[in-house]
């Protein structure tokens, strides 16, 4: 008999408008889908529960957690039980309420492929919009999953075309392409006929800038003794970490923070690079003070990439393990990896925390639960639950550390009985 479906609403500090539904199970075994709205989701026995829910704007299902983006005039309060109410309904009563067309959970899409996706979107959703004003948006390059996006038309050298890019495509892209790493604006504005950086008799030529380069808030980054201090709550998340583990990594050596002086025509500025063992965030903060989020350079890339390849070794281990072989210690996984070096445990927690930002944006129970500090402790590391508070993944209202971590161990074993 079939335990009742569990549902968990997580609200979202970034979209009001935006809401995840966490279950205990997946809506269909290994799928994801995206709905952009009621006409996609014909077929699909979920998809068309929810968009005849009178607010429901757009759906996207990833393994167990189902977002829902409402419109601007209903309120969750008045949402959150009728779309419990068709989730569990939809899912009862069909064996694919994804329909036929859901994709596969784990595939990662090759340059060539996220190119075609995202001029899908565009050529489907974006450009006939964009149409109406005379312009167009197209692919021209992808790297690494980068994508450059060149504006013709109307739109090249418009005074409003990066709140365009900004607001409305790049949202969209990210939305429907999540191997999408970076979105970088590549047209030469000041060939159009309204430029975007003007320069008359007495202005100084701007550089072109990327399409990720956001204003720092004011009060984020503070300049002391020739120093600069970045508040640990605005960038740990940044790094996909909270404030606590962030502070720690600093202190260990694990997240490393390097200056750059800006040179000739970059005189009085001052670049900033950020790094943990999976992420990189950077900044360039002008003489006066502003500062600006940028592209992480190349070779800090790099090193990041690097940890990401000691993560999915990490996952691809733990996926081989049975229900008898786990808990296993740190030190045991690290050496299993053929990591000896100093430092190695320290590297293999960080690729551990990096799953965990994986199985939290898929819904999967966290991997790294199976692994503690000291076998027969009965519970995770410190670390752990840091993480997943970090995450929104944390205790149940009213659920204690250890009865939290025996549920996501539970399900994690479940998980590796299920591959074998």
Request: net charge negative.
């Amino acid at each position: 008999m079939t335990s009742p479906l569990r549902i968990r609403a997580e609200t979202s500090a970034a979209d009001p408008h935006s809401m995840r539904f966490v279950l205990d199970r997946d809506v269909q075994v290994g799928s994801l889908a995206t709905f952009r709205d009621a006409v996609a989701g014909r077929g699909a026995p979920l998809a068309e529960a929810l968009f005849a829910i009178a607010g429901v704007k757009m759906v996207d299902v990833a393994g167990a957690v189902v977002a829902v983006v409402k419109t601007d005039d209903m309120a969750w309060a008045d949402l959150k039980g009728p779309i419990a109410n068709a989730l569990r309904s939809a899912i009862a009563q069909s064996s694919a309420p994804l329909g036929q067309g859901a994709g596969t959970l784990g595939h990662t899409r090759s340059d060539a492929e996220i190119r075609l996706a995202v001029q899908d979107v565009l050529d489907r959703q974006a450009n006939p919009a964009i149409a109406s004003h005379g312009g167009h948006v197209s692919v021209t390059d992808v790297r690494d999953g980068v994508v450059s996006m060149l504006m013709s038309g109307g739109c090249q050298g418009c005074a409003s075309s990066a709140a365009t890019l900004r607001g409305g495509v790049e949202s969209m892209i990210r939305a429907a392409v999540p191997e999408v790493s970076g979105i970088i604006d590549v047209t030469d504005h000041d060939a159009g006929v309204t430029p975007y950086y003007s320069a008359g008799p007495t202005d100084e030529q701007q550089p072109k800038r990327p399409l990720l380069y956001r204003p720092v808030p004011p009060d984020a980054i503070m300049r002391e003794n020739d120093q600069f201090l970045i508040s640990p709550d605005y960038l740990a998340p940044r790094l996909g970490m909270d404030a606590e583990a962030l502070r720690a990594g600093l202190r260990s050596g694990e997240v490393v923070s390097q200056s750059e002086t800006g040179t000739g025509e970059d005189a009085g500025k001052t670049r900033l690079i950020i790094r943990s063992s999976h992420r990189v965030w950077a900044a360039e903060i002008a003489s006066d003070g502003a500062a600006h989020e940028i592209p992480a350079p190349r070779a800090a890339a790099k090193a990041a990439v690097a940890g990401n390849v000691l993560r999915d070794r990490v996952r691809a281990h733990l996926a081989t393990l049975s229900a008898a072989d786990v808990p296993l210690t740190y030190g045991n996984l690290a050496r299993a990896l053929g990591l000896y070096a100093p430092g190695s445990i320290a590297r293999v927690t960080q690729a551990l925390e990096a799953t965990m930002v994986e199985d939290a944006e898929s819904g999967a129970p966290f991997l790294a639960s199976l692994v503690v500090s000291k076998v027969g402790q009965g519970h995770a590391a410190k670390g752990f639950f840091q993480r997943a508070r970090a995450l929104g993944r944390g205790p149940s209202f009213g659920e204690d550390d250890p009865a939290y971590y025996h549920r996501e161990f539970t399900g994690a074993v479940a998980m590796l009985t299920a591959r074998t």
